[in-house]
């Protein structure tokens, strides 16, 4: 009898442990009925984590819609903070299932990870102070202007290669740009229109977007190489918040308010 009883008790303690074992594992896969899905967390009116520690932005809310047409409600969704420099290595280390993170598709990246979308398409522009007169644009920063951009971005590998006369900085963060052109320890600050407008919104008078734009940005979502289904449950999803309706709603309460004009959705590619 008491064999039985510790078979039993054996048993036991394999079923409970069996779930919680399930449960705990985290990474990009969807174990415990959670999806870990990478962002940007300081970027106004696109990825922003807000003191309340809810997530607020335009790529946010692509990023729930498609959450939840892979089937996964909002309360099942981990953020993961996914800086430009760290993107593709929290893809290739299964840390996320995916990113929406103002991610431009370029040939670079796709050898490394596979994109779906692009769910929205804008072009490099710039930020200056509100009261700058001698910037405006790309070309009136050669005289020896100090300009601000992310490290491992594409708009700050553009200055590289087409401005060489740029005294470019590089922080790891947009937030960071930002704060050192309010302390005039650069004259502006670099990268997609969407995303400065997004600050010179969320400070009234204190910045303003010169130069019109420079470039043509396609944001992809991010994603494991070779992830095929994946990537077409993804195009599948952002095609239906493009002709539902919730794409314009999500560009105009989070990016509406800076003055930017609704654009056209963009065709995925496939």
Avoid at 31 to 40: D, L, Q, S, W
Avoid at 84 to 99: A, F, P, W
Avoid at 188 to 200: F, H, R
Avoid at 230 to 259: Q, S, V, Y
Wanted: glycine letters at 10%; aromatic letters at 8%.
């Amino acid at each position: 009898m008491p064999t039985v009883s510790f078979k039993l008790i054996g048993a036991v303690a394999l079923a409970v442990a069996l779930p919680l074992t399930a449960t705990a594992c985290g990474g990009g896969g969807d174990e415990g009925n959670k999806i870990v899905i990478g962002t940007k967390y300081d970027q106004p009116g696109l990825g922003l984590k807000n003191p309340d520690g809810t997530m607020s932005g335009f790529d946010v809310d692509v990023a729930k819609y498609v959450a939840k047409e892979l089937g996964y409600n909002e309360d099942q969704i981990e953020w993961k903070e996914s800086p430009s420099g760290q993107r593709e290595t929290l893809i290739q280390n299964d840390q996320v299932k995916y990113i929406v993170a103002t991610y431009s598709i370029t040939d670079a990246r796709k050898e490394k990870v596979d994109f779906a979308g692009p769910y929205l398409i804008t072009g490099q522009s710039l930020l200056v102070k509100a009261d700058n007169t001698d910037i405006t644009g790309a070309e009136s920063l050669q005289n020896n202007k100090k300009l601000c951009s992310v490290s491992g971005s594409t708009p700050a590998q553009r200055i590289k290669d087409k401005y060489p006369g740029v005294q470019l900085q590089q922080y790891d963060t947009y937030s960071a740009c930002v704060e050192a052109l309010k302390n005039g320890a650069i004259d502006a600050v670099t990268t997609d229109e969407v995303i400065l407008a997004g600050y010179a919104a969320q400070s009234p008078g204190t910045f303003k977007v010169v130069g019109g734009t420079f470039s043509e940005e396609r944001y992809g979502i991010g994603l494991k190489k070779g992830d095929t289904e994946l990537r077409t449950k993804i195009n599948d999803a952002i095609t239906k918040m493009e002709k539902d309706g919730a794409w314009k709603a999500a560009f105009e309460k989070n990016l509406g308010p800076a003055g930017i004009t609704v654009p056209t959705p963009p065709s995925v590619d496939k």
